[in-house]
């Protein structure tokens, strides 16, 4: 369980929210509570760096966010981050330093940390994406089973949630390729990469390199 661990995928220092997310023993366990990290968040932010742009909603000064994004709140969004054109963010979402949301990109109930790049029709749900990874156009984290069950991490005989909807764990400088999916539950270890158009489920070791859209237990790197 300790390459699970929030520390073996994710680096202090890389959010607003480390303190409180180091806090954590599995990351999965962050998802339902995103909505009170950011509400807890928002209370120390400064008023002369952020300004509330809408009702929970929380910008830096210095973030570019185009006339044509649809921003909910509780929402952060972070030094230099830049949101674009028609992206769509559904509240209770945390956009990190230098983070790109972009065109099409639809955010829900997510923690971006710094220098998360997402900016090319995404869908990115119940999920934690870690420092500096990178989503190409297209690539989707599924949230939820088609029947609707609970999401067990596929490691060590399953690994049980107590949740219905769970979208993708990516730890720090993932690269994951255009037209991917990644299903309910997925973990990608740290400085991983994601072959384009390949469907993943399961947990993918820091390092390694997934090209083949099977199920993904534990794979050496290739």
């Known amino acids: 369980m300790e390459r699970l661990s929030v520390p073996a995928l994710f680096s202090a220092g890389g959010s607003i929210a480390s303190g409180i997310l180091f806090e954590y023993d599995y990351p999965w366990l962050i998802v339902p509570d995103i909505g ?22 929380y910008a830096h000064k210095t973030a570019k966010i185009s006339p044509s994004a649809k921003i909910d709140g509780p929402a952060i969004i972070c030094e230099g981050a830049e949101i674009r054109h028609c992206a769509y963010i559904r509240g209770k979402a945390l956009i990190g330093r230098g983070a790109v949301v972009g065109n099409s990109t639809e955010i829900k109930n997510s923690l ?9 029709f995404n869908y990115v749900g119940d999920s934690v994406l870690g ?11 599924s949230n939820l089973k088609a029947d ?20 993708a764990i990516i730890g720090d400088g993932c690269e994951i390729g255009c037209g991917c999916i990644l299903n309910p ?18 947990v993918l070791p820091p390092d390694s390199i997934c090209k083949n859209g099977v199920d993904v237990v534990y794979k050496r790197p290739l």
């Open 131 to 141: 420092y500096g990874s990178h989503l190409g156009a297209s690539a989707v984290t």
């Open 112 to 120: 971006l940390f710094d220098n998360v790049k997402a900016p090319h």
């Open 185 to 202: 539950g997925t973990v990608i270890g740290k400085n991983s990469t994601v072959y384009p158009n390949v469907t993943v489920r399961g």
């Open 36 to 57: 009170r990290i950011v509400e807890k968040l928002s209370y120390s932010l400064s008023p002369e760096e952020y300004d509330e742009i809408s009702s929970g909603v």
């Open 148 to 167: 609707k069950s609970e999401i067990v991490i596929k490691y060590c005989g399953g690994i049980k949630t107590g949740l219905k909807k769970l979208g």
